[in-house]
């Protein structure tokens, strides 16, 4: 949650104005870190015994931990207050066309256990499935922490997900979302939220990336294929299809216009597959592509025919992505 989504405090019955503070004291512990409850006061404008009270509740119930003393020079020492972050834990997975990456975090994203491995094609979708229901069981026996402190199962795919199915995923095999849910149930009995892996990452630059301080601003993922995520207001905008980032279908070039379509768009073979095929069909993409940039910063030729004309596509895409959501780019 961003810092202006935190909610206000205001009007109401008693009970509703407690939980409002409730809610903005522990964001503001969990965005901001340690404070005492001076700190607390200071910076949301609440009295004393309000802090007090909501705090007091908060320890109650386990989602603030008292941590040791502030290093205040005058008067009795300030007891300093801190997020519990270790009330639960979530495990979040990367299902990408070359590897699949598993994390188990804490509740302020911190990494306790990870673990990354090839993506299992072979066995088509079934494969994958099994592959990452035993990815997520080595990596919670690494964290050291029971199973049962997990709250959650976060799983990032590429795609456009409809209910349970995956469509506009061309690099990877036909996945059923529902046989994910089904092979997880069966070790974790937890909730679990599948979600284009895009928008995840743009959540996660919301959160504690890039994005912190902005209301409004576009990933772009340039990887085997090309996609987009878009921050409105605040909130993720994944459009009335859930397609709103599926920019590798945008034409830049009338010359490039077709009558026929299939699941790899116009953008993405101009600048993903025709201009670096050799480094996409290897492992290792990311590596190339780090030393492709380099050769570039060195004003290498060949490298700046390839980039030039990737960053001119990828700059039209994003102007006519914002367009279409009738919003002005803030980065």
Known sequence: MSKDSIPEAKGGTPEALGESNKILILNCLRTRGTMSRADLCRHLGMSFPAVSSNVKSLIDIGYVVEVGEGDNSLGRKSTL????????????????????????????????????????????????????????????????KDKSAILSICIGVPGVLSEDRVTLAPFLPPIDLAQIRTKIGEEFTVPVVIENSINLGALGEMWHGA???????????????????????????????????????????PSKLRTEFDEVGVLENTISRDKIQNYIMRPDFQDEINKLIEKYKKNDVYAKLILDEIFLYVGCAQLRAWNSVGESPTV
């Open 211 to 253: 994005g912190r301080e902005l209301k409004n601003f576009a990933l772009i993922n340039y990887g085997v294929g090309v996609g987009a995520a878009f921050i409105i207001n605040g909130e993720l905008y994944p459009g009335a299809h859930r397609a709103s980032g599926e920019i590798g279908f945008m034409v830049g070039d």
């Open 81 to 144: 207050l801190s997020y519990h972050a270790e009330r639960g834990f979530v495990l979040g997975v990367d299902l990408g066309r070359f590897r699949i990456r598993v994390m188990f975090a804490d509740l302020l994203g911190r990494e306790l256990s990870s673990l990354e491995r090839p993506t299992n094609t072979e066995d088509g979708g079934i494969g994958i499935v099994d592959e990452l229901r035993e990815m997520l069981l080595d990596v919670a026996a690494a964290s050291g």
